[in-house]
């Protein structure tokens, strides 16, 4: 695509001409993109340094070994917000390979941590053991490292090692093909966010399933981003100097849907106390399963029912439901206290003489 040669109007004459579109009032949709897209950044920053504030402020240990991998989101986050500037700067043999190199990069880095994130929390909600830090950091990692190794093997074929002017020589059509066919692994980590993302909300521990809505929204206006502007950049009847501008468009629109429907909300609950709710019980294969519980005035040892089941099955037995348990048998033997009785003594009728005398 070639650079104007007349300095537009708002810009400097000694601007060289493929900053143009940073300052051409003739053509707005730069300056607001660009105006949006700053904004974006100097957020997200201002969410990194207040990541790091807060680290010794969450109480639990479950959301705080996210934060690394959260981190790691933000720097996405950020280098999103970051190359909408090399869109709106003219395509050349600079922009080129930083345009198809990083574009599925960074996404794949952001979705990479959104999808650890979500399977994480497919384990909360059920009560089993979550993953640790290095795991979900190390998994973060892995799976975006997939999009470079794609990346850098299509740049190097592209550019045939020295020719660096490709992109810009290439065809409109060949060069949105190549675009589209070079973010298929990242709309596929897209995909498993977002299905993965819906299986948080079926676990019993209710506390986790907000983490997961926010992921699951985030995913969806994510996916409704991508379909709209690969529709609209693979039409014909476009001219090919808005490409620039459907996919610096893209850029700004999903870098601020991260921050609105992930960043803030999550931020909102990293301080939260941590719920005793929204976790077993450590010693619940201890306790008995199927027992009868009551509350208030009903709380008793047994139920009448099987007090008076028990009283008929034992006949005459007595049945105390307080007492230790023991039966007490009917008896017919007299357990009474005998009361002592005066027994005639053998001297009463002693008079000091002999019979007979």
Known sequence: MSTPTTTPPGCKSNLNPRYFRLCDTG????????????????TTVGFILSLLVLVCKVQDSNKRKLLPTQFLFLLGVLGVFGLTFAFIIHLDHFTG???????GVLFALCFSCLLVHAFNLTKLVCGRKPLSLLVMLALALGLSLVQDVIAVEYIVLTMNRTNTNIFSELTRDRSNEDFVMLLIYVMLLIVLTFLTASFTFRGNFSGWKRHGAHIYLTTLLSIIIWVAWITLLLLQ?????????????ALVANGWAFLLAYVIPEFCLLTKQQ????????????????????????????????????????GDTLYAPYSTHF?????????????AQMQTSPYNNYEGRKDGS
């Open 27 to 42: 053509e707005i949709w730069g300056i607001v993109l660009e105006s949006l897209a700053a904004l974006g950044a100097v």
């Open 97 to 103: 390979p930083t345009r198809f190199f990083l574009f």
């Open 237 to 249: 009847h476009f001219e090919p100097k808005w490409n620039d501008t459907i996919l610096s468009s």
């Open 275 to 314: 719920n005793p709710l929204d976790y077993p019980v450590e010693d619940a294969f201890c306790k008995p399963q199927h027992m009868k519980q009551s509350y208030g005035v009903e709380n008793r040892a047994y139920s009448q029912e099987e007090i008076t089941q028990g009283l008929e099955e034992m």
């Open 327 to 339: 039966q007490l048998q009917n008896s017919q033997k007299d357990y009474s206290i005998p009361r």
